[in-house]
């Protein structure tokens, strides 16, 4: 039983007067809208709206799954990773993450920025939408993280002390078990459509693919680089547009935020590259199986744009390392080819497991069947070429090009 109350849409009025700081950024005499709207899967979240038109999200941890209930037990800490996390890369990037206005540590509760005017990235892709500028903002991101909470940018006691405290076991023991694990590992809990199970079965008797996974998954377990957001899909991504898409659907992003850093340790710095370039594969492979060959190519061009931003961000803030004394340009151009061809392994990590394993992601699994078996036999196969090609050319560039091939390749009909 859990010693803590959960929020519901009675009792947040209260919650928010007894919280001064809370009180100051809504009125909570004067609601106008209280509602749950969480659609994901693990917290509860809420949205309050007062007469003058401020807002306020509220986000409680519960101390199990929220999908699942009780029997699946969670630690609510994961509410304090997510808040601190905000914290830290709320002072590198504030334009970049939902400002935190509060964090309740006997309730894990987080008190944020109302963001009901954006929309969630993976939602207007799925639609067809071309937000532009969202793939670059998401490489500023990653690039101002790596450099600001790694030993680079950190004081070396305040950077044990973050290390210490982002250790995040529970939930990095369910990356571990989905992404690297289980697709290749049949826990029980994988699937695919009938036609794909020669594609799965070949996949998980790929030694290559065993092989490169062991890496990827010894990299995510022991090298602790940089306070990752440690689930940087494209449905972690709200997006809004300027104004109204043009008539192939393209539209200029006025604000990028990523968000729900539950997931949060230090780990791979790639990682955070890799998850989001195997969601662009995704929405190209949805493209593709619609037969829009052009979009294609654009959610395929993310895949630079967030390299080349990422790059040019950490290349920026580069001349301000702390210890410069080692770590010459030299340095920097051993960790930039690091981290690209890693990025290579977890981006065919995340871009299998969500075909083969537990929870599918929607840009694939919401294709009609006859499209959706070669939209998923694209992804297994691009996985299996990734991690061969990773320490040949791992240029975004090279990455694009034999992505395209294989999706277009096994396109069906
Ligand atoms: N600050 C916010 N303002 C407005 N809406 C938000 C905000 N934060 C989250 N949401 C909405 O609530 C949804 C769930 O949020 P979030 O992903 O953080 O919850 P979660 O329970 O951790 O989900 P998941 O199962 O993906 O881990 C988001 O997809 C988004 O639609
Ligand atoms: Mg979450």
Redesign the pocket.
């Known amino acids: 039983m859990a010693d803590y109350e959960f929020l519901t849409v009675e009792n947040i009025p209260d919650y928010i007067r007894s919280t001064p700081t809370l009180a100051e950024v809504i009125d909570p005499d004067d609601l106008v809208l209280c509602d749950e709207?969480?659609?994901?899967?693990?917290?509860l979240?809420f949205?309050a709206k007062d007469t003058s038109g401020r807002g306020l999200?509220l986000?409680q941890s519960l101390p199990y799954v929220?999908m699942t209930g009780e029997g699946w037990p969670m630690t609510p800490d994961r509410a304090r990773h997510e808040a601190e996390t905000l914290a830290a890369h709320g002072a590198l990037v504030p334009d970049l993450v939902?400002a935190m206005y509060h964090y309740n540590p006997e309730r894990y509760i987080i008190a944020?920025?109302?963001?009901?005017d954006?929309r969630?990235w993976r939602g207007a892709l799925n639609e067809g939408l071309s937000h532009t500028g969202a793939a670059e903002a998401v490489g500023r991101y990653v690039g101002a993280v790596a450099f600001g909470t790694s030993p680079l940018g950190m004081e070396r006691e305040a950077l044990a002390e973050a290390i210490a405290r982002s250790v995040n076991p529970q939930l990095c023991e369910i990356t571990e078990d989905l992404v690297f694990t289980e697709p290749l590992v049949d826990a029980g809990r994988n699937s695919c459509l009938p036609a794909n199970e020669p594609d799965a079965r070949e996949f998980s008797e790929d030694a290559a693919m065993m092989r490169a996974m062991g890496h990827a998954k010894w990299l995510f377990m022991t090298k602790a680089e940089a306070l990752l957001h440690g689930?940087l899909h494209t449905?972690?991504v709200?997006v809004r547009a300027e104004g109204e898409p043009d008539a192939d659907g393209v539209v200029a992003c006025d604000s990028i935020k990523c968000?729900?850093s539950?997931f949060a340790y230090y780990g791979p710095l790639a990682f955070d590259i890799g998850a989001p370039w195997a969601n662009y594969v995704a929405a190209a492979a949805r493209a593709v199986a619609l037969g829009e060959d052009e979009r294609a190519r654009w959610c395929l061009s993310l895949v630079s744009a967030t390299w080349n931003a990422f790059e040019a961000e950490f290349r920026r803030r580069w001349p301000q390392r702390r210890d410069p004394r080692v770590w010459t340009d030299a340095t920097l151009e051993d960790l930039l080819l690091t981290w690209r061809s890693e990025a290579w392994l977890f981006a065919a990590a995340k871009m299998s497991r969500r075909i083969v394993g537990a929870a599918k992601n929607k840009d694939v699994e919401t294709l009609p069947e006859n499209l959706r078996e070669g939209a998923a036999r694209g992804i297994l196969r691009l996985s299996r070429q990734l991690v061969r090609q990773a320490g040949v050319d791992s240029s975004p560039d090279a990455f694009e090009r034999l992505a395209h091939d294989v999706l277009l390749e096994n396109r069906t009909r």
Do not use: T, W
């Open positions: 709207i969480g659609d994901g899967n693990l917290n979240v949205l999200c986000k929220r939902p944020m920025e109302d963001l009901s954006h969630v689930d449905g972690s709200m968000f729900d539950e």
